[in-house]
T-cell receptor, first 117, second 113 residues
């Protein structure tokens, strides 16, 4: 399978604990995005990377959230001191940005569902 | 900033009937528009995208959408619904080539036998 993969698919944690999610994009894609989706809503943009550089962060991304893409391939999203309001589906997407042409659309992974008790 | 509004959080059709899911956009520049489908416990799958090449865009699974600038709309249609079309559908807009993408709240499509 050459699509976007995310791990784990489900995570249950207690309030105050730290969690980390991983995303592996489509191999030739240079852009990687993180979204959060709550029940009954569309995905909300959190942040995106072009190669290893984090180019934009939403105001939704509080100081407790941090994302990395150290080698321009996979990415991790860490949430520190989780709160019940962090419970959501966390989606990763990737795309190929070129100098011309496109847009090619973003390709999404299956998501990681986080439940904070 | 760009945004989309999806009219109707739930749409129910009979199998074989026309599917029409509505999306209106707001953008200060010519937009790029997308429709995605999401099945339960899965990520979003791209159905089709508008990139100014043609106003009528054909996508996967028999879906198509028409860009109407005068109405700021990008409605999704399918002539004949199938049971497997039951899912959540999201319209999205971007004004910079798909980077800063804003999603609508989604429309849940139910297909009755």
């Amino acid at each position: 399978d050459t699509g976007v993969s995310q791990d784990p698919r489900h995570k249950i944690t207690k309030r105050g604990q730290n969690v980390t999610f991983r995303c592996d994009p489509i191999s030739e894609h240079n852009r990687l995005y993180w979204y959060r989706q709550t029940l009954g809503q569309g995905p909300e943009f959190l942040t995106y990377f072009q190669n290893e550089a984090q180019l934009e962060k939403s105001r939704l991304l509080s100081d407790r959230f941090s994302a990395e893409r150290p080698k321009g391939s996979f990415s991790t999203l860490e949430i520190q001191r989780t709160e019940q309001g962090d419970s959501a589906m966390y989606l990763c997407a990737s795309s190929l940005a070129r100098a011309s042409g496109g847009p090619w659309g973003q390709f999404f992974g299956p998501g990681t569902r986080l439940t904070v008790l | 900033a760009q945004s989309v509004t999806q009219l109707g959080s739930h749409v129910s059709v009979s199998e074989g009937a026309l599917v029409l899911l509505r999306c209106n956009y707001s953008s200060s520049v010519p937009p790029y528009l997308f429709w995605y489908v999401q099945y339960p416990n899965q990520g979003l799958q791209l159905l089709l995208k508008y990139t100014s090449a043609a106003t009528l865009v054909k996508g996967i699974n028999g879906f198509e959408a028409e860009f109407k600038k005068s109405e700021t709309s990008f409605h999704l249609t399918k002539p004949s619904a199938h049971m497997s079309d039951a899912a959540e559908y999201f319209c999205a807009v971007s004004d910079n080539g798909g980077n800063d993408m804003r999603f609508g709240a989604g429309t849940r499509l139910t297909v009755k036998p």
